[in-house]
């Protein structure tokens, strides 16, 4: 089956440590994104990667890191500097056409993060 | 800088009823904009991608429009189902940068 898987589905972090949260597809995407999820908000944009071997800071990206080495994976690493990191976690990959254009973004079941 | 709104923020509306969920947003500049449903604890499912020169899309008993002019956008779901009760989603992709833009949802509960 084609799709996104992303793990663990939920996860325990004690003050000051770093966590990573793992994101695969098998769908051939060129884009990956990942996003957090608050109660009552919207999905807020965390880093994005275009191609392999590069990625983009989104809107709230302080406290987190990303890498991005094969096409497939595209790990997220909640750092200790992320003060607040309680929030559901959503890894979106999407096809990258020509000239940027936009397709659909297909995402993957979550990983809740907990602080202790 | 974009902002997008669903109103109301829970919905709850006996079998069978016709709905429509809303969506407004801020910019009309934009490249498209797209519906998505979400069960609770899940990820995020497509429903519908309506590109910025195109007014609806439709998908079995549902219907998206888009108004880019008035900044808003519905979704119809027809002959609701209890199966049909999640939370729904829409965004917008920039121009700019083709970044989505999301609104809060809607929590949809169809009583049977």
């Known amino acids: 089956d084609g799709g996104i898987t992303q793990s663990p589905k939920y996860l325990f972090r004690k003050e000051g440590q770093n966590v990573t949260l793992s994101c695969e597809q098998n769908l051939n995407h060129d884009a990956m994104y990942w996003y957090r999820q608050d109660p009552g908000q919207g999905l807020r944009l965390i880093y994005y990667s275009q191609i392999v071997n590069d990625f983009q800071k989104g809107d709230i990206a302080e406290g987190y890191s990303v890498s991005r080495e094969k096409k497939e994976s595209f790990p997220l690493t909640v750092t200790s500097a992320q003060k607040n990191p309680t929030a559901f976690y959503l890894c979106a990959s999407s096809i990258w056409g020509e000239r940027g254009r936009y397709n659909e973004q297909f995402f993957g079941p979550g990983t809740r993060l907990t602080v202790l | 800088k974009q902002e997008v709104t669903q109103i109301p923020a829970a919905l709850s509306v006996p079998e069978g009823e016709n709905l429509v969920l809303n969506c407004s947003f801020t910019?009309?500049?934009?490249?498209?904009l797209q519906w998505f449903r979400q069960d609770p604890g899940k990820g995020l499912t497509s429903l519908l991608l309506i590109q910025s020169s195109q007014r609806e899309q439709t998908s079995g008993r549902l219907n998206a429009s888009l108004d880019k002019s008035s900044g808003r956008s519905t979704l119809y779901i027809a002959a609701s189902q209890p199966g049909d009760s999640a939370t729904y989603l829409c965004a917008v992709a920039l121009n700019s940068n083709y970044q989505l833009i999301w609104g809060a949802g809607t929590k949809l509960i169809i009583k049977p």
């Open positions: 910019d009309s500049a934009i490249y498209n």
